[in-house]
Structure formats: structure tokens, C-alpha cells
């Protein structure tokens, strides 16, 4: 599952997987049938350190429902940071059975931010009410194509913004998933 991210904050382009004291300034959690939809935290994965600084992750995923959940870095207690899954803002993502890459859309970000104390900035908190998702299915096809060209044209399944108290759909994964 291929997706990019763009982030704004305070009204400036903020760099979501730029180190910012040690950790990516933006994190995921994903939600699965394993998890009964509930997010648990997730590594990032890059396909260059181009496609890093361009916003771009993956992720590895068997055929399914997941429920993407977005959080800003790591401030405080390992507690509130792992809470923020739970209560931060939330995309359904359906993984199509025989795809071999999945583009899900280009998520773009509002947040507000602190400033450190040698510089530069780090994200507060991440606005959900104002997240968008963006088709660039080009984009994506071109950045497969040159990383990985045996996957071929990568299917385009653009993720639904999930709300607080609407249904969690999970499916049981198929035979040989």
C-alpha cells in the first residue's frame, strides 16, 4: 500500500518524515481484522530517501480492511503517545484481493506546532476536520515505475475519512493470505 503525505502547520509546508528529535514528525497506526479494527503503531518504510523527503511511505499489507489512524511525534509520557492512536484522526483503507500495489491517495495534513530551542519546528497536534486526500495517481505510478517497475500500474483505492462512532468493518482475510 502505497501513500503520500503533505503536511501544513501554522501555514507552512512542514516536512512529515523529516527527523524531528529522533523521530518522524508525523506517525501511523493501522487497525486491522487482527486488532478488531483498533489501531496499533506501525514502522515506516521508504522506497528511497527521495521518496522520504517527497512524503511518500508504504506498507506491507495482505488483502483487507484497515483503519489508518495519524499521530504527531512523541511528546511526553509513551502512554498519551500510544493513546493518540486511539483518539487521533482515522482513514478507512480497503486492500483489493490480487493487487500487487495499492496507491490510497495523498493525505494532506493540518496541524499546529512548537517551536524548539535551537530552531525549527515540531507538530503539536494533527487538525482531522481539516485532512484531505488528494488523487495522484501519476504520481504514483511514476514514482512504481521507477523503483519498482516489475509491479506494474499500481490500483488506485483513495481512503475514506472514518469518524468517531461510525461502524468498524472487518473481514475475515481469505484462504492464503
Partial sequence: M???VQCTIDGQPYGPFSFSLGADNVGFG???FDSAGQP???GLRFL???SRRAGWTYFVLRPGVYYLAVRPPQRGSLRAYDEALLTGPRWRID???GAKAVYVGTLHLTGEADFLLFGGRIMRSVR???????DERELASGLLAEEFPALGEAKT???QRWHEGEPIIIRTPGRGS
Fill in 40 to 42: 496499533r503503531a506501525v
Fill in 48 to 50: 528511497s530517501e527521495a
Fill in 2 to 4: 502505497l501513500l503520500r
Fill in 95 to 97: 486492500v483489493p484481493e
Fill in 30 to 32: 493501522l487497525g486491522s
Fill in 157 to 159: 483505492v483513495l481512503m
Fill in 128 to 134: 482531522g476536520d481539516a485532512a484531505l486526500v488528494e
